[in-house]
Each structure stands twice: as structure tokens, then as C-alpha cells.
Nanobody, 115 residues
Framework: QVQLVESGGGTVQAGGSLRLSCTVS????????MGWYRQAPGKQRELVAR???????NYADSEEGRFTISRDTAKNTVYLQMNSLKPEDTAVYYC?????????WGKGTLVTVSS
């Protein structure tokens, strides 16, 4: 079956960087888009960044210029490079793959940014 597995989370100080990875397995089709979402305690899950099959990207306004989403098709892996991290970036980050009408989700990786 299709699996999305995140890695790369951890604890960093404000201003630091992390690189998240999402590896997809068990897939014989291509997603229309893949993305990163995050959910902080007491808040709704929100979009951080996404990349389409054609390579187009978009970001949440708060992340533009600090985060970069990319992919390595040969490795079935999507990355999220996060720079200049802020305490408000603290959340569980989830990898998403969309192929209408289905969304696939990873189990998440925790990012904690200390002040």
C-alpha cells in the first residue's frame, strides 16, 4: 500500500535550519501534487508548501522566502528546507500526496523551535 514517511524533525534554536524529508513507497501512480502541512497544539492543520507534478510550487505567506520545497523524483522523495526558523514554526509537520479524490498522509514529524 501507499506509504508516506517523514523524517528530519527535531529541536533547533530560533534562527536555525532543518531539512525535512518525505519518502513515498508502494505507489504506481503519480500524485497531482505533494505538500507539507503543519499542525501546532490547539490549531488547525495548515498548508506550508506544495509542489505539483509539473514542478510548480506555492507557499504560505508566512513561509515564503524562508522555506523551500523540492523533490528528487528518482528517490521518490520530497524535501522541505526550513531556514530562519521561528518559535511559531513549532508544530508537527505532515507530508501529503494528492490524487483526487484521495489524500494520503504521513504520520508526521515534530519540529520544535526554541526561543
Amino acid at each position: 500500500q501507499v506509504q508516506l514517511v517523514e523524517s528530519g524533525g527535531g529541536t533547533v534554536q530560533a534562527g536555525g535550519s532543518l531539512r525535512l524529508s518525505c519518502t513515498v513507497s508502494g505507489i504506481i501512480f503519480s500524485f497531482n501534487a505533494m505538500g507539507w502541512y503543519r499542525q501546532a497544539p490547539g490549531k488547525q492543520r495548515e498548508l506550508v508548501a506544495r509542489i505539483t507534478r509539473g514542478g510548480d510550487t506555492n507557499y504560505a505567506d508566512s513561509e515564503e522566502g524562508r522555506f523551500t520545497i523540492s523533490r528528487d523524483t528518482a528517490k521518490n522523495t520530497v524535501y522541505l528546507q526550513m531556514n530562519s526558523l521561528k518559535p511559531e514554526d513549532t508544530a508537527v509537520y505532515y507530508c501529503n500526496g494528492n490524487r483526487p479524490p484521495i489524500d494520503y498522509w504521513g504520520k508526521g514529524t515534530l519540529v520544535t523551535v526554541s526561543s
